[in-house]
């Protein structure tokens, strides 16, 4: 089956803690992208990849780092969480090569982080 | 910088009623359009997108949005609308790329309530 996981689904932490969200997909897609969720302001790109080693920062990149050292993974690492962190996050992949803009893109099923 | 505008937070019709739900867009140049639905407790699923052609465009689930390059607006419409369309819907742009900057900007999302 097609799909976007993500691991784990959810997760309470604390202030400063170093933590890791997992994201794998299964279909090959060049492109791979990390957003999270806040009520009212809907979902706000973080980073994403065009491919293996390419990162670029989205809107809210402050805080969060990622790496894509395989075309299947793209962790999400919050060095030193801080409860403004905390929110619900969001994996997703699409296809990316020449007019890759144009594909639509296909969503984990989200990671539900707190930050106390 | 390129956005979205969801000017409704919520949107109530009847069962059977046509539904629509609003999206207006700023991008430099042409714009590729998406509309994503997200259930309760789960991930986005695609609905449809418009990339060029047809204004009108149908998507999955009898789904339609229209794309109007004037008014810069791309609704999402349904002729007769389901109890199980209610969700939050959320609309998507990217500008067509003319670098390396394939940034996804998503609006806020509209809740959308169909009574039985």
């Known amino acids: 089956e097609a799909q976007v996981t993500q691991n784990p689904r959810y997760l309470i932490t604390v202030t400063g803690k170093k933590l890791t969200v997992t994201c794998s997909q299964n279909m090959n897609h060049e492109y791979m992208s990390w957003y999270r969720q806040d009520p009212g302001l809907g979902l706000r790109q973080i980073y994403y990849s065009m491919n293996v080693e390419v990162t670029d920062k989205g809107d809210v990149p402050e805080g969060y780092k990622v790496s894509r050292k395989e075309k299947r993974n793209f962790p999400l690492i919050l060095e030193s969480p801080s409860p403004n962190q905390t929110s619900l996050y969001f994996c997703?992949?699409?296809?990316?090569?020449?007019?890759?803009?144009?594909?639509?893109?296909?969503f984990g099923p989200g990671t539900r982080l707190t930050v106390t | 910088a390129q956005s979205v505008a969801q000017p409704e937070d919520q949107v109530n019709v009847a069962e059977g009623n046509p539904l629509t739900v609003k999206c207006t867009y700023s991008?430099?140049?042409?714009?590729?359009l998406f509309w994503y639905v997200q259930y309760p407790n789960r991930g986005l699923q695609f609905l449809l997108k418009y990339i060029t052609g047809d204004n009108l465009v149908k998507g999955s689930y009898g789904f339609e949005a229209e794309f109007n390059k004037s008014q810069t607006s791309f609704h999402l419409k349904k002729p007769s609308a389901l109890v199980s369309d209610s969700a939050l819907y959320f609309c998507?742009?990217?500008?067509?790329?003319?670098?390396?900057?394939?940034?996804?900007?998503f609006g806020a999302g509209t809740t959308v309530t169909v009574r039985a």
């Open positions: 998507a742009v990217r500008a067509v790329p003319r670098s390396n900057d394939y940034k996804l900007s």
């Open positions: 991008v430099s140049g042409n714009p590729y």
């Open positions: 997703a992949s699409s296809f990316s090569l020449t007019g890759g803009a144009k594909y639509e893109q296909y």
